[in-house]
């Protein structure tokens, strides 16, 4: 077969006769310190052309597009990674594996009838195009939005005839949502509306000169005793198809194998899975340990290094147990309390990956005098710093000079992000505001 297979949460496989390359294989693992585990079952087949690949791609850090446990199952394959600033994973996965730096909007061929061209953003995110005997071409943007890039990539595909868009698109539970106000209110997130997906992948389709949608990135489920009762936001796979009213472009199934010589697919049928609910013991989580002698000192000299967030708060404060962290950063009055078991604390604080305790959910995060994580906590933090290496001043200048040099989209891309971390926080506290928001901007496409 010449085409490629969808399966797992944001693996998609391509074929020229065999398996050629296959993207952010999580198979095995639990990512976010055990919390999130596979909605569906991965089957045995599309493991093993996975594991026959000669190529595998990785998009970004998280921990369900770069599992470690699925990655030591694939040795033998060739990495290639994205050309992010700071280099992190390319410099953490060479030692252990056969690494590839590809360069940004540059092709790549891989086989006779496929080839690359893979383009790395400023949010440490990069999304993947694949063109498949010159006339078919998938668009994988996985969690991402191909900042920097929008207009090149529009550009590009609009040329080819069968145009696949593999987008995260849901109610956006793949992001943080245990948020609380200053009152311990839970902040409903828009996931409570039950919001249709149809529109916003039409929105999308028009957007990036696509004519055809495959849901993607978006089949994970709560999997642990303290994060099960997130299951209940996460989009049911129905909920991606409602009210997607269009005759021009098509909605298809998530789980498909794509013929290119034919221009047919069958459909690839997963069992859900049924996983019984781990408990937070099994991964070293106990919710009553307190700090230990060094723990403060460790969170403290993280915190203090990242220049951003002594401009935006007054301080950051750490909950473990019965003990208490109180991290002053400046005379404001803006705060950020977290509430979390001690253990993936300080794992995450020490392997630079603050993100996986944000994602998995399961940790309490409370504002004061603040409206959301973004713009000025999760990029600084998660992004930037521990993902670029960049946490003064000067190295988040240097940061986003590489990305403006680059980038042959970015004063574009970077005005449009930036109204929407300003118009976000205000309308996420009223989510069904948010939601007419989102149908007056496609409107306007």
């Given amino acids: 077969m010449i085409g490629f297979e969808t399966v797992g949460n944001a693996t998609i496989t391509f074929f020229d006769g065999k398996p050629i390359l296959s993207t952010d294989p ?62 992190r994973i390319y410099n953490d996965l060479k030692k252990k594996f056969l690494c590839k730096k590809i360069v940004s909007n540059k092709w790549y061929q891989l086989s006779k009838n496929i080839r690359i061209k893979s383009f790395a953003d400023w ?136 013929n290119s010589e034919t221009e047919k697919y069958n459909k690839i049928k997963l069992e859900k899975n049924n996983k019984i609910i781990n408990k937070p013991e099994e991964f070293g989580d106990f919710w009553g340990d307190d700090f230990e002698k060094e723990d403060k000192k460790i969170i403290i000299n993280y915190f203090k290094k990242f220049y951003w967030l002594k401009k935006k708060f007054g301080f950051l404060c750490f909950k473990c147990g019965k003990s208490e962290l109180n991290i002053k950063l400046s005379e404001k009055s803006k705060g950020i309390i977290f509430e979390t078991p001690r253990n993936s604390l300080i794992k995450a604080i020490s392997m630079n990956i603050f993100d996986d305790l944000l994602i998995g959910n399961f940790m309490k995060v409370k504002f004061y005098n603040v409206k959301s994580l973004y713009p000025d906590f999760s990029p600084y933090v998660a992004k930037y710093g521990d993902n670029g290496n960049a946490r003064s001043e000067k190295e988040i200048n240097k940061y986003f000079q590489y990305y403006k040099f680059k980038s042959a989209n970015f004063w574009r891309d970077f005005l449009r992000i930036k109204t929407e971390d300003i118009i976000r926080p205000a309308i996420m506290r009223y989510t069904k505001t948010y939601v007419l928001a989102q149908k007056i901007k496609r409107l306007f496409l």
């Fill in 123 to 258: 949010n440490q995110d990069a999304c993947l195009v694949t063109e498949i005997k010159k006339k078919d071409i998938t668009l994988n943007l996985n969690d991402g939005n191909a900042l920097g890039w929008s207009k090149t990539i529009q550009n590009l595909i609009k040329n080819y005839k069968n145009r696949f868009l593999l987008k995260l698109i849901n109610w956006a539970d793949a992001d943080m949502i245990n948020l609380y106000n200053h009152h311990n209110k839970f902040i409903l997130p828009v996931a409570n509306e039950k919001p249709s997906c149809g529109p916003n992948y039409l929105y999308n389709l028009k957007k990036w000169n696509c004519n055809f949608a495959i849901p993607f990135s978006s089949f994970h489920r709560y999997s642990r005793k303290d994060s099960i009762k997130m299951n209940k936001y996460v989009t049911p796979l129905k909920k991606h198809y409602e009210n997607f009213n269009d005759t021009e472009r098509k909605m298809l199934p998530a789980f498909i194998s794509w």
């Fill in 26 to 87: 999580w198979i095995y693992g639990n990512p976010y310190f055990g919390r999130w585990s596979h909605k569906y079952n991965f089957p045995i087949e599309q493991k093993k052309n996975v594991s026959d690949c000669k190529f595998i791609w990785l998009s970004h850090g998280h921990p369900d597009h770069i599992d470690t446990v699925s990655l030591e199952n694939l040795k033998d394959k060739i990495f290639l990674i994205p050309d992010h600033y700071g280099n």
